[in-house]
């Protein structure tokens, strides 16, 4: 079987707010939405939606998001615990073995550093066609991302691109493998930075349509005005 296929919206949100109403992209029925938003406020949280992680580290929190999409999904509140700007990434996933608790693996970890350390998560349900995701939030300088995870492609980063003390950023690269366990690689950062990485498995299946990977192809830098979006259908 082959592995579970994804469309990649990134979003960013330059004024600080405690509540941000996101874009989703469109979904049909079983799709899996996972959304990963890095913020200087503390955790994030959606109505309908399971925290999957809330790695942090001083003044960055990336929380891990899930919902299994109705397809009738145009737009959530993502609610942070404290006033500020964040970035975050949708990874719309279709093909996929179809239960949240069952079906998705999922490893976290912050700290500060020019690059995020590595993270291994384990499928619970074994070797397969799986799908592996890393994506990190990064916060406080404006930093970019100078090198991602090595065997890991597809690569997207989202900047607040507001002040240097005060921005964030998300970056996502993917990986099809066969094996049951995987580590995250770094992401290597233009300077130190507080970071909060997660790393992902999805077992492939029939549930959802999904994408089939992201037309804006590897190593591309996305930039958007405050609340705007790039995403595949």
């Not at 592995?3 to 029925?29: D, E």
């Not at 109505?47 to 929380?63: D, F, I, R, S």
């Not at 079906?103 to 070797?127: C, H, K």
Request: charged fraction near 10%.
């Amino acid at each position: 079987m082959a592995s579970a296929n994804y469309s990649v919206t990134p979003q960013r949100f330059q004024t600080a707010a405690v509540t941000h109403t996101v874009t989703l992209p469109s979904t049909v029925s079983g799709d899996l939405l996972l959304m990963h938003v890095g913020s200087l406020g503390g955790a994030a949280s959606a109505t309908g939606w399971t925290v999957l992680a809330t790695p942090a580290n001083n003044t960055t929190t990336g929380t891990l998001l899930a919902k299994v999409a109705t397809g009738s999904e145009t737009t959530v509140d993502v609610t942070l615990a404290a006033s500020s700007v964040c970035a975050l990434m949708i990874y719309k996933v279709g093909q996929w073995g179809g239960t949240l608790a069952t079906d998705v693996d999922v490893n976290s970890r912050a700290d500060i550093n020019t690059d995020s350390s590595t993270v291994s998560v384990t499928a619970g349900w074994g070797a397969a066609d799986n799908l592996a995701i890393g994506m990190v939030a990064a916060g406080d300088d404006n930093a970019d991302v100078t090198s991602y995870p090595a065997s890991m492609s597809d690569s997207q980063l989202i900047k607040t691109d507001t002040d240097g003390n005060n921005s964030v950023i998300v970056a996502g690269a993917t990986e099809q493998i066969t094996t049951a366990s995987y580590t995250l690689t770094q992401f290597v950062f233009s300077e130190g930075e507080d970071y909060a990485s997660v790393v992902i498995l999805v077992k492939p299946g029939t549930s959802g349509g999904g994408g089939a990977g992201n037309p804006a192809g590897s190593n591309t830098e996305i930039q958007f005005n405050d609340g705007g979006s790039f995403g595949a259908s």
